[in-house]
């Protein structure tokens, strides 16, 4: 059952996006990772450190690239999904 906002945003009906930077960890092995990082005042470099620590990155040999980019500010609502009561 879908209680609360991050219940609708951990279950994809509510898609969350405000100026902040969402960091893309592209592994050796062909697999993804993405971290969203706020405050969005924070440099590109400051978000990427973060975003390694969150997800427990120790060594860098292991990526093949590391993105980040800023996200649109607004909520949207997905265009899939279904809420039950």
Known sequence: MIGSKDDLIANGILVP???DWR??????DGTERVVRVSPSSIPEEQ?????????KILDASVLDR???ERVSKSTKVAAFGIVQK
């Open 66 to 68: 590391v993105t980040a």
């Open 17 to 19: 996006s405000a100026q």
């Open 47 to 55: 978000a990427i450190a973060r975003a390694s620590a969150h997800a």
């Open 23 to 28: 960091v893309t960890f592209s592994f050796v």
